[in-house]
């Protein structure tokens, strides 16, 4: 079976960080890209992140230069680090996973930013 469970996220200030994780099992991680999706409120899911099995990584242009997607194919986990958080980044965030002709989720994160 599948699956995708996060940690981390939470109330933040401007300007501060958080990191999100995503630990998986049932799946080949190593092999897959990772993908990290947010959905404002009142908004559509979008993507933020993906890192690809070889690495290689490419993020929206509204959290381009601010957040960092990471991967840990021996602890089959993959993270986004959040620097110089917006209010506008406030959202539920989710990871997710292409595979075996499906998509899988994390259970969601509520990330806050408020003064």
């Known amino acids: 079976q599948v699956r995708l469970v996060q940690s981390g996220g939470g109330l933040v200030q401007p300007g501060g960080s958080l990191r999100l994780s995503c630990a998986t099992s049932g799946i080949n991680f190593r092999i897959y890209t990772m993908n990290w999706y947010r959905q404002a409120p009142g908004k559509q899911r979008e993507l933020a992140a993906l890192?690809?099995?070889?690495?290689?990584?490419d993020y929206s242009d509204s959290v381009k230069g601010r957040f960092t997607i990471s991967r840990d194919n021996a602890r089959s986990t993959v993270k986004l680090q959040m620097n110089n958080l917006k209010p506008e980044d406030t959202g539920v965030y989710y990871c997710?996973?292409?595979?075996?002709?499906?998509?899988?989720w994390g259970q969601g994160t509520q990330v806050t930013v408020s003064s």
């Open positions: 890192i690809t099995s070889s690495g290689n990584t």
């Open positions: 997710n996973v292409r595979a075996r002709d499906a998509d899988w």
